[in-house]
């Protein structure tokens, strides 16, 4: 429950700067998915599942998109990522891998397709944000939601 | 291990249900709230990139202030005789027996987000249907035409702006009354197309919109001809045309409906 207080907060200021301050500077990266995803490599499917669904509700209170359209796409992100995390093991490079693939396929889910090399290269560029966030996401979880870092 | 699949059915059925009047009502009220510190946040953006942009200038800002100098004479020069020519249309009005239309309403709008880039580019408004927005709107700032709105929500909409590829508006030059047809193509410039090959057009020529597209009036400024482009066999030619206004910066914008 602490560890909620805390993460939501974040996502609510995460969110409301990804839609006002950074495309100003021309970057389009969805931090809340990727934020999203790293507290479900760190935690148990309970928790990163809700977590997910409130994180899509905060975005989409606050987003000017169909109502609904974040919830369910972090909502089925996170139970495809636990259920690709349990078959092919907990291991840092399938994380990066997923964050990579959702990045893309969050594109077609908002049909925002664009040049090819962009949508690649903003994916790769998600993707190694979520190694340089990886350490903050663990010290949250471990720190207020007492889950291990389990890290391979 | 169990997958919580009772929140994704749930947040199936949101997303179902999240067009109707309830939903979008519930979320108009956390817009209401969220939009003055979207605003806000933006404003400290725009402010930011201001300054970044300002110290990367900084040398040239002296010539650029040298020009603003003689534009500025010019400006006043040009003011000065549209005075006069608009003290002229107005006895020649009065003459005739016109009256200006004024059965346009204007709609001021803060800019409450933005998507540029590769993927769309458009601006997101604080202004919805309540307000009396309708899709095919457009958009102006200090007499520059910046996009048409594409969607619109109760509380908000989204502006389609005139470099996103989907957008056609035809357009003339000021000068030359040149007709063709604006097409967006992502960049800072835009393509006149459509333009006949006999028809004359300069380097520098100011590009208006024409008053075809029934919901844009005509003479709102598009931008200025940066680059002609034809081929001798062809009967049609296009042009760069540079945008006059930066749609990054805006944070205030005319909805005219």
Redesign the interface.
């Known amino acids: 429950m602490k560890l909620y207080f805390i993460l939501l907060p974040v996502i609510l200021l995460v969110a409301?700067?990804q839609?006002?301050?950074?495309?100003?500077?021309?970057i389009?990266i969805d931090f809340v998915l990727i934020f999203v995803l790293l507290i479900v490599y760190n935690t148990p499917?309970?928790f990163g599942?809700?977590f997910?669904?409130l994180s899509?509700?905060l975005v989409?209170?606050?987003g000017?998109l169909?109502?609904?359209?974040f919830?369910?796409m972090y909502?089925?992100f996170s139970?495809v990522s636990?259920?690709i995390l349990?078959t092919f093991g907990k291991k840092l490079v399938n994380l990066v891998l997923l964050v990579f693939v959702f990045s893309i396929l969050e594109?077609i889910f908002l049909r925002?397709?664009?040049?090819f090399w962009?949508?690649f290269l903003e994916s790769l560029f998600s993707s190694l944000m979520s190694l340089i966030l990886f350490p903050v996401a663990c010290f949250l979880c471990e720190k207020f939601g007492g889950f291990k870092k389990k890290l391979v | 291990?169990?997958?919580?699949?009772k929140?994704?059915v749930?947040?199936?059925i949101?997303?179902?249900?999240?067009?109707i009047t309830p939903?979008?009502y519930v979320?108009g009220i956390?817009?209401r709230i969220?939009f003055p510190?979207?605003?806000g946040?933006?404003g400290?953006?725009?402010s930011?990139?201001n300054e970044i942009v300002f110290l990367r200038k900084i040398k040239s800002i002296k010539e650029e202030l040298f020009e603003l100098y003689k534009i500025k004479e010019r400006a006043i020069s040009v003011e000065s005789k549209m005075k006069e020519v608009e003290l002229e249309n107005a006895i020649l009005r009065e003459q005739l027996g016109f009256s200006e239309s004024k059965n346009q309403k204007i709609l001021m709008a803060y800019v409450?987000?933005?998507?540029?880039?590769?993927?769309?580019t458009s601006l997101?408004l604080n202004v919805g249907s309540y307000s009396g927005v309708r899709v095919g709107n457009a958009v102006s700032s200090e007499n520059y035409l910046i996009g048409v709105v594409d969607s619109v929500?109760q509380n908000?909409c989204?502006v389609k702006l005139l470099n996103d590829p989907a957008t056609k508006i035809s357009a003339l030059s000021q000068n030359s009354r040149a007709k063709g047809l604006i097409v967006g193509n992502y960049g800072t410039t835009v393509l006149m197309k459509n333009i006949l090959i006999n028809e004359p057009l300069d380097l520098g020529d100011l590009i208006i919109t024409s008053g075809e597209d029934v919901s844009i009036p005509k003479g709102l400024i598009i931008g200025e001809v940066a680059k002609i482009n034809f081929k001798e066999q062809e009967i049609l030619k296009s042009a760069d045309v540079e945008l006059g206004i930066n749609p990054?910066k805006l944070e205030v914008v005319f909805v005219l409906n």
Request: charged share 10%; proline share 1%.
């Open positions: 409301l700067l839609t006002s301050f950074l495309p100003v500077f021309g389009y499917s309970t599942t809700n997910s669904f899509g509700l989409d209170l606050i000017s169909r109502f609904g359209l919830t369910f909502t089925l139970i636990y259920f349990n594109r925002n397709y664009g040049d962009d949508i | 291990m169990t997958f919580n699949y929140l994704l749930i947040s199936a949101l997303l179902l249900i999240g067009a939903v979008t979320c956390f817009h969220a510190i979207q605003f946040i933006r400290a953006a725009v930011l990139n409450t987000g933005s998507s540029f880039g590769s993927i769309s997101s929500s908000s989204t990054r």
